[in-house]
Every structure is written in structure tokens, then in C-alpha cells.
């Protein structure tokens, strides 16, 4: 049996995070994606298929005094503004899905900071 990729291994970790939880409107998934060079996260209505917010570092408001979009830093950054946003729209609430990652470096940065921007989970 030939052995797994990078790539597949993270797609068993992402799937088998996804089969255990899931979003509705009243405590929306929040979803971390990234990239070699940005960070993105959404807030995700499952039950009817809709993003509600999202920030990422290819926004103007997000990448604004960041010299680079991929590392600690702009994950803090991207964490305030989705936490910002939700809070706007009403959300206290949410379920933290990582997509497979390990919980630490860029994705607990953007967890921590969507914490003490107002969001529990």
C-alpha cells in the first residue's frame, strides 16, 4: 500500500473533523482555511448553505499595516475582523471547525483572537 500524501492525510483529518460538527444560523461553523500566502475564515450557516461573514487577508481592512498576509500576525488580525463582523451581525455563537489543522501557530492565533473579540466556543 503506497503511503499518503501530505495533501490526503489532511483531507481524512478535514473529513472526520466535518462528520462531528455542524452549523446552523443560531451558532454558525466557523471555518479556517490556509494558504501559503493568505488566511481566510468564514462563518457558515450549514443547514441552508450560506456564508454569513467571512474575512480573509486579500481584504483591504485586513491586510492594511501587515507586511506579510500569511503568518501569526495577520491570523490575529483575520480573527478580530471576523469576530468584529459577527458580533455586528448578531452572532455570539459558534462552532470552531480548524479543517484538519493541528491546533496551533496561525489557527489558534485566529481562535484566540475571535475570542477576545467576542465570540464563544
Known amino acids: 500500500?503506497?503511503?499518503?500524501?501530505?495533501?490526503?492525510?489532511?483531507?481524512?483529518?478535514k473529513l472526520r473533523v466535518r462528520n462531528k460538527i455542524s452549523g446552523s444560523s443560531q451558532r454558525?461553523?466557523?471555518?479556517?482555511?490556509?494558504?501559503?500566502?493568505?488566511?481566510y475564515?468564514?462563518?457558515?450557516?450549514?443547514?441552508?448553505a450560506k456564508t454569513l461573514v467571512s474575512a480573509?487577508?486579500?481584504q483591504k481592512e485586513?491586510?492594511?499595516g501587515l507586511e506579510n498576509c500569511?503568518?501569526?500576525?495577520a491570523a490575529k488580525k483575520v480573527g478580530e475582523v471576523i469576530s468584529k463582523k459577527a458580533v455586528e451581525a448578531g452572532i455570539s455563537e459558534v462552532v470552531f471547525d480548524r479543517?484538519?489543522?493541528?491546533?496551533?501557530?496561525?489557527?489558534?492565533?485566529?481562535?484566540?483572537a475571535a475570542r477576545e473579540g467576542g465570540l464563544k466556543f
Do not use: C, F
Open 62 to 64: 485586513v491586510s492594511e
Open 99 to 112: 479543517s484538519g489543522y493541528k491546533y496551533h501557530g496561525k489557527v489558534k492565533a485566529l481562535a484566540e
Open 28 to 39: 454558525p461553523r466557523l471555518a479556517v482555511y490556509k494558504s501559503n500566502s493568505n488566511i
Open 41 to 48: 475564515a468564514q462563518l457558515i450557516d450549514d443547514i441552508n
Open 70 to 73: 500569511s503568518n501569526i500576525e
Open 56 to 58: 480573509n487577508t486579500l
Open 1 to 13: 500500500m503506497a503511503k499518503k500524501t501530505k495533501r490526503e492525510s489532511l483531507r481524512t483529518r
